[in-house]
């Protein structure tokens, strides 16, 4: 399978913890992007990496909310001191890159999480 | 500010019939608009996508409408079947800019009656 994956699929944590999630996108694709969708919403952007630089962060992305791309491969999200108000769904999104075509961005089955 | 704005919030089509979404966009530097299909507790699939140097993209059942002067476009799907029941998220950005970040609309949830 060469698609987008996130892992874990489901995290249940209390409230004042940390959490991490993976992304790994499209081998080929150079740009990844990381969403957050809340029920009966879209997906709103949080941030992303051309390879492993971070361009842009939404405001969205307080300052408990950290992602790195080390190697321009996969990336990680973490949120420090975890709120109730994190619970969501966060999505990774992968595409080729500015001026590239196809210029599509693809997403991961995403990361449920649940915050108590 | 929604920069992207969606309608109906829900719909529902008989088996067979056409299911038309609208959405509506302000920023004039968006030159990139796809539409993605949602099941519960997936991620959002890329289903069609088109630039504005083109009114219509057709793909199968599936076609994008494009109204560049009034800002709007709109997906229709033809003969819909009960399979297309999900929620469709149209979506805008700057093809190829420096940012190219979708703006999603809130989504409509689509229920095809068999």
């Known amino acids: 399978d060469t698609g987008v994956s996130q892992d874990p699929r489901h995290k249940i944590t209390k409230r004042g913890q940390n959490v991490t999630f993976r992304c790994d996108p499209i081998?080929?694709?150079?740009?990844l992007y990381w969403y957050r969708q809340t029920l009966g919403q879209g997906p709103e952007f949080l941030t992303y990496?051309?390879?492993?630089?971070?361009?842009?962060k939404s405001r969205l992305l307080s300052d408990r909310f950290s992602a790195e791309r080390p190697k321009g491969s996969f990336s990680t999200l973490e949120i420090q001191r975890t709120e109730q108000g994190d619970s969501a769904m966060y999505l990774c999104?992968?595409?080729?890159?500015?001026?590239?075509?196809?210029?599509?961005?693809?997403f991961g089955p995403g990361t449920r999480l649940t915050v108590t | 500010q929604q920069q992207v704005k969606q309608s109906p919030q829900s719909l529902i089509v008989q088996k067979g019939g056409i299911s038309i979404i609208n959405c509506a966009y302000e920023?004039?530097?968006?030159?990139?608009f796809p539409w993605y299909q949602q099941f519960p507790g997936k991620g959002p699939a890329l289903l069609i996508a088109?630039?504005?140097?083109?009114s219509e993209k057709k793909e199968g059942r599936f076609t994008i409408s494009f109204n560049k002067s009034a800002k709007q476009f709109s997906l229709h799907i033809m003969d819909s079947q009960p399979g297309d029941s999900a929620t469709y998220f149209c979506?805008?950005?700057?093809?190829?800019?420096?940012?190219?970040?979708?703006?999603f609309g809130k989504g409509t949830k689509l229920s095809v009656k068999p």
């Open positions: 979506a805008a950005s700057t093809y190829g800019g420096s940012q190219g970040n979708l703006i």
């Open positions: 081998s080929e694709h150079n740009r």
């Open positions: 920023n004039t530097a968006f030159d990139y």
């Open positions: 088109i630039r504005p140097d083109v």
């Open positions: 999104a992968s595409s080729l890159g500015p001026g590239m075509i196809p210029y599509e961005q693809y």
């Open positions: 990496f051309q390879n492993e630089a971070q361009l842009e």
